[in-house]
């Protein structure tokens, strides 16, 4: 009754050197030079892990049509439902199940899944791929000996590939998917603090009279809330107009404070002091071969990736609210 189905074969990918481009210098309205410790980084070659690829091939391969909720019976395609009457009117219903299409897709998994894992050396592979044979080869010797029902030896068949699943969730990054994430965020927060010195530069922030003319603005609409017509709060659409009016008069009031104390250059030396860690991280990575240095490597990148996506949001953040401020002040 087992189906054939002809191994997998996963290639391995060839090692590349990943270069990274160091981030161009940013200027403050003086002379302020970011010393990128990745700008004069030489190319690095970043050991590739066939074992983290494999285990994810077969994770999803065990994903497809996952049958956790059914009580070990197969899913929805092979059932057919069925209402019958009886002779007093009453009505009942009966479910019968395609078995044969049923075993042929969850065997053709675990045979998949097994051709996949049993091609790598690893040993976590290794132990799906025995997962995966053992229980085809259990359920070819109930059917032999005619033991068990159709039920319970597609469960058995069933369970082992929910058990597969569980055990190959949550795997690592690539280490070179990693080191590209963690540079990526450095990279974004760079251009982060670019964009906001650029928008910082605009002549509507840097005259002398930013102030006064917000404080016109604010006047002005909270003084649209003070005159909405009453006939628009019968309507109810007056309460919006007004709570409208009074969120914008606070919002200018906020991005004028956010604009008077945004500091590139002190995000910059924060982003230099979170960058400085990069090597380490990058190093590490050149060493890593096993899923578990996977793992560690993703722990020890984690917190410099966060850090800088830290310093992205809160220059783009403060980026946003000075060109909202550019088109409230300047808008008739």
């Not at 590739?48 to 391969?61: E, F, G, K, M, W």
């Not at 299409?101 to 045979?111: E, G, I, P, Y």
């Not at 230099?272 to 560690?296: F, H, L, R, W, Y």
Request: aromatic share 6%.
């Amino acid at each position: 009754m087992a189906l054939k189905v002809s191994p997998v074969v996963t290639q391995k990918a060839i090692k590349k050197p990943i270069t990274r481009q160091g981030a161009a210098p940013s200027l403050s309205s003086d002379a302020y030079v970011r010393s990128s410790v990745s700008a004069a980084s030489a190319p690095v070659s970043i050991p590739d892990i066939p074992a983290i690829r494999t285990l994810n091939s077969v994770n999803q391969i065990a994903g497809e049509g996952l049958n956790y909720f059914n009580d070990g019976l197969p899913s929805w395609q092979y059932q057919n439902t069925e209402t019958h009457t009886r002779s007093d009117g009453s009505q009942y219903t009966t479910t019968t199940y395609d078995w044969g299409a049923a075993f042929a897709d969850v065997r053709s998994k675990l045979q998949a899944i097994a051709g996949v894992a049993g091609g790598t050396d690893d040993s976590r592979c290794q132990q799906i791929a025995n997962l995966a044979n053992t229980a085809l080869e259990s359920n070819d010797w109930q059917y032999f000996l005619d033991e068990g029902s159709d039920a319970s030896r597609y469960a058995q068949l069933q369970n082992t590939v929910n058990d597969i699943y569980t055990l190959t969730q949550n795997l690592p990054h690539e280490p070179q998917t990693t080191v590209t994430n963690m540079n990526g965020a450095i990279d974004s927060a760079s251009n982060a603090i670019q964009d906001l010195r650029t928008t910082l530069k605009n002549p509507t922030l840097t005259a002398s009279n930013l102030p006064q003319k917000v404080q016109s603005k604010v006047d002005e609409y909270n003084q649209k809330a003070s005159n909405i017509p009453w006939w628009h709060y019968l309507l109810l659409f007056g309460f919006f107009e007004k709570s409208g009016d009074h969120g914008t008069a606070s919002r200018l009031q906020q991005d004028l404070s956010t604009v008077q104390s945004a500091n590139p250059d002190q995000l910059q030396q924060q982003l230099d002091g979170i960058e400085s860690k990069v090597p380490g991280v990058t190093q590490m990575a050149e060493n890593t071969t096993t899923i578990d240095g996977a793992s560690q490597l993703q722990d020890a990148a984690q917190p410099v990736t966060s850090a800088a996506k830290g310093v992205a949001s809160t220059a783009s953040s403060e980026n946003n609210q000075g060109k909202d401020l550019i088109h409230t002040v300047s808008t008739p």
